[in-house]
């Protein structure tokens, strides 16, 4: 056997600090081939709509440029008939060329055509856009959003935060709620009440989770707060990691009422005096009710001392209208992208 020489004490470190710049160099590389690939993709749908502006070049001509491109460059798949009338389409989208390398090129294509398939107003789509590549979202997980209305709902809750929270935590206290919640995954009818439901949100709490948004962390559902020798249970409690503090959810199955906040003003308070430590920030509270009247959730939440708000959550939810446009669906362009439409087994 091999002597085995001993290593410097600080070997391991400096090995663990190398393999994180090799990552860290891969995925920047990945990154450039990316939005090189993507700013291609632009470049050659731009050429296709100057071309067929000027020429009137029509189908027949893409599906010969189609097998040209396919048979100089047979290792790369991106060269589809489909694939190219997509191009087509992300250069109508983005006229502009910085857009395309300041900001949808850091996507990959996939999901450029998620944006294009799904949203029809670009400022929706660089929404989505950047809110994809601040959190990594994958293709999958940016479509559910984007079908979900994640960025149309954020920030809507009606709440007191502005007036009992300081800036900048109240800004990100709003924008860390919704309105309206969308909880068609938790299999429960509209004749559900407050009890089913939790035990649906506890059933499905990686949906719940994903649905509430960034930051929340479950802590648990009937929460036991002893106060004053008598018991109490908080419906549903999280943790915010960004707002490092206590999220009570108080579930309610009718309409929002005014005396709502009395009992989750009580509920904030005993979270602060029996769990709250010294570095977290004050509890926040959020009614979740199944419709309210706007003017008196702000005339109730205005009389309360305490930060909370409320929002409405909705059991069964359709993708509207306006968010569908006349493209492929994600199937069909993730056939086009493997190189298995018909259009590619033209000889």
Same mark, same amino acid.
């Given at each position: 056997?091999?002597?085995?020489?001993?290593?410097?004490?600080?070997?391991?470190?400096?090995?663990?600090?190398?393999?994180?710049?090799?990552? /860290?160099?891969?995925?920047?590389?990945?990154?450039?081939? /990316?939005?090189?690939?993507?700013?291609?993709?632009?470049?050659?749908?731009?050429?296709?709509?100057?071309?067929?502006?000027?020429?009137?070049?029509?189908?027949?001509?893409?599906?010969?440029?189609?097998?040209?491109?396919?048979?100089?460059?047979?290792?790369?798949?991106?060269?589809?008939?489909?694939?190219?009338?997509?191009?087509?389409?992300?250069?109508?989208?983005?006229?502009?060329?910085?857009? %395309?390398?300041?900001?949808?090129?850091?996507?990959?294509?996939?999901?450029?055509? %998620?944006?294009?398939?799904?949203?029809?107003?670009? $400022?929706?789509?660089?929404?989505?856009?950047?809110?994809?590549?601040?959190?990594?979202?994958?293709?999958?997980?940016?479509?559910?959003?984007?079908?979900?209305?994640?960025?149309?709902?954020?920030?809507?809750?009606?709440?007191?935060?502005?007036?009992?929270?300081?800036?900048?935590?109240?800004?990100?206290?709003?924008?860390?709620?919704?309105?309206?919640?969308?909880?068609?995954?938790?299999?429960?009818?509209?004749?559900?009440?407050?009890?089913?439901?939790?035990?649906?949100?506890?059933?499905?709490?990686?949906?719940?989770?994903?649905?509430?948004?960034?930051?929340?962390?479950?802590?648990?559902?009937?929460?036991?707060?002893?106060?004053?020798?008598? $018991?109490?249970?908080?419906?549903?409690?999280?943790?915010?990691?960004?707002?490092?503090?206590?999220?009570? &959810?108080?579930?309610?199955?009718?309409?929002?009422?005014?005396?709502?906040?009395?009992?989750?003003?009580?509920?904030?308070?005993?979270? $602060?005096?029996?769990?709250?430590?010294?570095?977290? /920030?004050?509890?926040?509270?959020?009614?979740?009710?199944?419709?309210? /009247?706007?003017?008196?959730?702000?005339?109730?939440?205005? $009389?309360?001392?305490?930060?909370?708000?409320?929002?409405?959550?909705?059991? &069964?939810?359709?993708?509207?209208?306006?968010?569908?446009?006349?493209?492929?669906?994600?199937?069909?362009?993730?056939?086009?992208?493997?190189?298995?439409?018909?259009?590619?087994?033209?000889?």
């Amino acid at each position: 056997m091999p002597d085995i020489v001993p290593l410097p004490a600080d070997y391991a470190t400096w090995l663990a600090e190398l393999k994180a710049r090799i990552h /860290n160099a891969q995925q920047r590389a990945a990154l450039a081939v /990316n939005r090189e690939l993507v700013l291609l993709y632009w470049q050659i749908g731009r050429d296709i709509l100057a071309r067929q502006g000027r020429e009137g070049w029509g189908a027949k001509v893409i599906e010969r440029l189609a097998q040209d491109l396919r048979g100089a460059f047979p290792e790369m798949k991106g060269f589809s008939r489909a694939n190219l009338m997509y191009m087509r389409a992300f250069a109508e989208a983005w006229p502009d060329a910085e857009i %395309v390398q300041q900001a949808v090129g850091q996507l990959p294509w996939g999901h450029n055509l %998620v944006l294009l398939a799904k949203l029809k107003a670009p $400022d929706q789509r660089l929404a989505y856009a950047h809110r994809a590549i601040q959190h990594g979202w994958s293709r999958n997980v940016l479509a559910i959003h984007i079908e979900r209305r994640l960025l149309e709902r954020e920030g809507k809750a009606v709440s007191n935060f502005s007036l009992q929270l300081p800036k900048p935590h109240s800004d990100l206290a709003q924008e860390s709620l919704k309105d309206p919640y969308l909880f068609d995954f938790l299999g429960v009818g509209n004749e559900a009440g407050e009890r089913a439901m939790e035990e649906a949100i506890v059933h499905h709490i990686t949906g719940f989770l994903l649905e509430l948004g960034a930051g929340f962390a479950f802590v648990g559902r009937q929460v036991h707060l002893e106060v004053g020798g008598e $018991d109490f249970f908080i419906d549903l409690l999280f943790y915010h990691l960004k707002l490092r503090c206590y999220v009570v &959810i108080e579930l309610k199955a009718g309409a929002f009422k005014p005396e709502h906040t009395g009992q989750l003003g009580f509920y904030l308070s005993a979270v $602060d005096g029996e769990l709250k430590s010294e570095h977290d /920030n004050p509890t926040i509270g959020l009614l979740l009710c199944r419709s309210k /009247n706007k003017v008196v959730a702000e005339y109730a939440l205005r $009389d309360s001392s305490q930060p909370m708000g409320v929002a409405e959550y909705q059991l &069964i939810e359709a993708l509207p209208a306006e968010l569908q446009t006349s493209l492929p669906s994600i199937e069909a362009i993730e056939q086009a992208l493997s190189g298995e439409t018909a259009a590619d087994e033209t000889p």
